[in-house]
């Protein structure tokens, strides 16, 4: 029989979104509690959209074998140097023989030499331990004791061999109404009106991050104001007060966008000198969400769309 | 090639080098320089490529030395890590 949504989703239901990623962490939860294993995850999705808290949720409904709950440790993979190091200041320090659960966040930066040791450590098959040995030590993984998940934004530079060691957990774009009630749920003690809300979920860039920091300035806002409402004057106001644009977009998208609006169209590297920026950068940082809202295409030469236009009119 | 110049005579003239000609050396083992050295001889003359041949030699063996060493400050290096333990949820 198909598992009911609404049981599925019991352990994440307070989170908002990502359906698909709170049924398979759900999913991944029950088989935990049914055979104390979990298989190694790798959470994947753009910056902001909540794989880290996702990752902790995880990890607090892990319980250990006395059913106590299993401490967390996060880890920046980009301050790991070497295997001697981790298992030095991690491994013995904090993993070895205790229940916890280890979260590598930005796991494409692990070190070249730890990511071939967990070649060999995450290749279980059958079994739920495994004795990794170095420099004439050897170390035990017990995966009923320890949990691990990686997470990153950049798959594409993970090891490929490790990469097909772990279970994918995809993450999406959140919705303008997902957006929205993120607002909503960090301004507690605030009532919106729907217009101000749809405005405002709109200048968040479908980020959840941004959308919590968007909860914050909207909170200093209404105490200044002392006020506990938000409506399309406020909404107003507050875009006069931190220069918000339209649509979330920065200054610098802003100025990419009245270039092409004057000249047509042009290449990165007229755009690169007017703006004085690198074409790297151009590519990487600023036209990425231009392209993804349909403000700019690139066909050979960058160029504006109706949608680009329509924008740029706004603005001025 | 060179243009070779030649004498009156027809035979090809003598090149002058700028060189002077090293002197020729022989190969001796410390124990044998130590039986021919008597008591007084406190200083005995080594090429200058000879020593220099030895001070690269002993900076390969430092820059291993060194390659540890960074290694061991490598691993004083901290790694960033948050532990929550979930007691007061």
């Not at chain 1, 009106?193 to 909170?219: F, P, Q």
């Not at chain 2, 390659?67 to 960033?80: L, M, N, T």
Request: glycine fraction near 4%; proline fraction near 3%; hydrophobic fraction near 35%.
């Amino acid at each position: 029989m198909p598992l009911q949504t609404s049981t599925m989703n019991n352990y994440f239901s307070h989170l908002i979104g990502q359906e698909n990623v709170k049924k398979k962490l759900n999913f991944y939860l029950k088989a935990y509690n049914a055979t104390s294993t979990c298989p190694f995850l790798n959470l994947v999705g753009a910056k902001g959209l909540g794989k880290t808290l996702f990752a902790k949720e995880f990890a607090k409904n892990l319980k250990n074998k006395d059913g106590a709950k299993r401490p967390f440790l996060e880890l920046n993979c980009s301050t790991i140097k070497n295997n001697e190091q981790f298992f030095e200041q991690i491994f013995i320090p904090i993993i070895m023989n205790n229940e916890i659960t280890i979260l590598f966040d930005e796991a494409h930066a692990l070190p070249k030499d730890l990511t071939m040791a967990f070649l060999t450590i995450f290749n279980t098959e059958k079994t739920n331990t495994k004795d990794f040995t170095f420099e004439d030590q050897t170390f035990t993984f017990d995966f009923t004791k320890q949990t691990f998940i990686f997470a990153t934004t950049e798959s594409d530079k993970l090891f490929p061999p490790l990469k097909d060691r772990l279970t994918t957990v995809d993450f999406e774009q959140y919705s303008s109404d997902n957006l929205g009630e993120i607002v909503k749920l960090n301004c507690d003690g605030i009532n919106f009106s729907d217009e101000g809300l749809k405005l405002l979920s709109s200048t968040v860039r479908g980020n959840a991050r941004n959308a919590v920091m968007r909860s914050k300035e909207i909170t200093l806002y209404c105490e200044s104001e002392n006020q506990n409402t938000f409506e399309l004057q406020d909404f107003n106001n507050l875009v006069d007060l931190l220069g918000i644009l339209p649509e979330g977009i920065t200054c610098t998208e802003k100025q990419i966008l009245q270039i092409l609006a004057d000249r047509g169209s042009c290449k990165l590297q007229t755009l690169s000198a007017v703006t004085g920026l690198s074409p790297t950068a151009l590519r990487r940082d600023h036209e990425v969400y231009l392209l993804r809202r349909n403000f700019i295409q690139i066909d050979g030469e960058r160029k504006i769309t109706k949608n680009g236009l329509n924008l740029v009119k706004n603005i001025i | 090639m060179k243009k070779i110049s030649l004498n009156k005579d027809g035979t090809p003239r003598r090149r002058r080098h700028s060189k002077s000609a090293a002197a020729p050396t022989v190969s001796l083992s410390i124990e044998e320089i130590a039986k021919l050295a008597s008591d007084q001889v406190l200083k005995i003359p080594v090429s200058e490529d000879w020593v220099k041949g030895r001070l690269y030699a002993n900076y390969l063996v430092n820059k291993t030395t060194s390659h540890d060493f960074s290694e061991a400050q490598s691993v004083e290096d901290k790694i960033e890590y948050a532990l929550t333990d979930f007691d007061d949820e």
